[in-house]
């Protein structure tokens, strides 16, 4: 069915999880070959598959798109979300905004819907962060030092999508970085200070 592209909105997990960018070579498509596959939206006219498309008809001025709608609860969207992004190339940021979706998900099973996820693979006992590892479509491994990486310094995932260092370096940084503060965190003057002037560093005190 056809839809007025005015009434379309961005899913606003869509915004949350994915940045809009790329946006010139998308229109350039479009222009010269239309659209290959309608814009997925749900009963609120948002837009769960297909926002930088939407994004890119609107600067050619389309008046009317293609769409499937779907019937999903906002719980569903998310994996709809991740489903019909998982062709995309992506920053490492957008894989920890997804594996910090799917961690929970497959952590506790929570009966929640997660089949759209794992139907192109066979889960045989794996460690949650391999499975997300899969869903994301890098290994588990490589997950863990992003989300170790976002936990002690959170700027460093820019400098890797900036390509200005890898995850390795930037994971080697974080560890650095961590045992440092742990380190300052385990130095404490001598409580006993009158009339003593006290190293920091070892704790030792001498009278002045």
Same mark, same amino acid.
């Given at each position: 069915?056809?839809?007025?592209?005015?009434?379309?909105?961005?899913?606003?997990?869509?915004?949350?999880?994915? $940045?809009?960018?790329?946006?010139?070579?998308?229109?350039?498509?479009?222009?010269?070959?239309?659209?290959?596959?309608?814009?997925?939206?749900? /009963? /609120?006219?948002?837009?769960?598959?297909?926002?930088?498309?939407?994004?890119?008809?609107? $600067?050619?001025?389309?008046?009317?798109?293609?769409? &499937?709608?779907?019937?999903? #609860?906002?719980? &569903?969207? *998310?994996?709809?979300?991740?489903?019909?992004?998982?062709?995309?190339?992506?920053?490492?940021? /957008?894989? !920890?905004? *997804?594996?910090?979706?799917?961690?929970?998900?497959?952590?506790?099973?929570?009966?929640?819907?997660?089949?759209? !996820?794992?139907?192109?693979?066979?889960?045989?006992?794996?460690?949650?962060?391999?499975?997300?590892?899969?869903?994301?479509?890098?290994?588990?491994?490589?997950?863990?030092?992003?989300?170790?990486?976002?936990?002690?310094?959170?700027?460093?995932?820019?400098?890797?999508?900036?390509?200005?260092?890898?995850?390795?370096?930037?994971?080697?940084?974080?560890?650095? !970085?961590?045992?440092?503060?742990?380190?300052?965190?385990?130095?404490?003057?001598?409580?006993?200070? #009158?009339?003593?002037?006290?190293?920091?560093?070892?704790?030792?005190? /001498?009278?002045?």
């Amino acid at each position: 069915m056809k839809i007025a592209v005015t009434s379309l909105t961005h899913h606003p997990r869509n915004q949350e999880i994915y $940045s809009l960018s790329n946006i010139d070579d998308l229109v350039q498509s479009i222009s010269e070959v239309g659209l290959l596959s309608p814009l997925v939206i749900n /009963e /609120e006219n948002q837009v769960i598959s297909g926002n930088r498309r939407l994004v890119a008809i609107r $600067s050619l001025g389309w008046k009317e798109v293609d769409v &499937e709608v779907v019937d999903v #609860s906002e719980d &569903e969207a *998310e994996i709809l979300l991740i489903h019909h992004n998982k062709q995309r190339v992506k920053t490492s940021r /957008e894989l !920890l905004n *997804e594996a910090k979706i799917l961690f929970p998900r497959f952590k506790i099973g929570q009966g929640k819907r997660n089949d759209l !996820l794992t139907c192109d693979f066979e889960i045989t006992g794996e460690k949650t962060r391999e499975i997300v590892g899969k869903v994301v479509g890098i290994s588990g491994s490589q997950i863990q030092k992003l989300l170790y990486i976002d936990k002690v310094q959170p700027s460093l995932i820019t400098f890797i999508d900036d390509g200005e260092i890898t995850v390795q370096q930037a994971y080697a940084q974080a560890r650095h !970085l961590d045992k440092v503060s742990d380190a300052q965190q385990n130095l404490q003057p001598s409580k006993d200070t #009158s009339n003593k002037s006290c190293s920091i560093i070892t704790g030792d005190c /001498e009278e002045i």
